[in-house]
């Protein structure tokens, strides 16, 4: 065996200590740390996956509440308010039920009448978000659609 210049002999090695390193003495540890570490980081981590998932289903129902007014607009302009609701409860299916208000044609329209529809959705959160934002239980979205009187 070829001793290595400055070895002078068998030394024991600490469990865990490469070998050709000698652990420092009186050095602290670092046992725990990574425990602490996640400790801090996990509220982070959580926050922010719970604002994506919160978010994300936020702009899923916006989109779906202004696709339902201005679809409601059309139909409402072009065949009545019957079935501009119609439209409207068709086009808000996926995310459930939503308020809505139609203003119909006249029976002789000018040429700048409109038919108008708002819808309201009342969106809850599914994650804590809205409590940590005090947002408290949910937030309204609300979709605005006009159309011109066609009929």
Not at 63 to 80: C, H, P, S
Not at 83 to 88: E, W
Not at 124 to 130: A, K, R, S
């Amino acid at each position: 065996m070829d001793r290595v210049p400055g070895d002078t002999g068998d030394r024991r090695r600490a469990p865990g200590v490469p070998p050709g390193r000698v652990p420092a003495a009186g050095r602290p540890r670092d046992r725990g740390a990574a425990a602490v570490e996640f400790a801090l980081i996990l509220p982070v981590v959580l926050l922010v996956i719970f604002a994506i998932i919160d978010f994300g289903r936020m702009l899923n129902a916006q989109l779906t509440v202004n696709q339902a007014a201005r679809e409601g607009a059309r139909a409402t302009a072009l065949a009545g308010t019957t079935q501009g609701d119609a439209r409207v409860t068709e086009a808000s299916r996926t995310i459930g039920a939503v308020d809505r208000t139609i203003e119909d044609c006249p029976a002789s329209p000018e040429p700048d009448d409109d038919a108008v529809v708002d819808v309201a959705y009342d969106f809850t959160f599914v994650t804590p978000l809205g409590v940590i934002a005090d947002l408290g239980d949910g937030v309204t979205l609300q979709g605005h659609g006009v159309m011109p009187c066609l009929r």
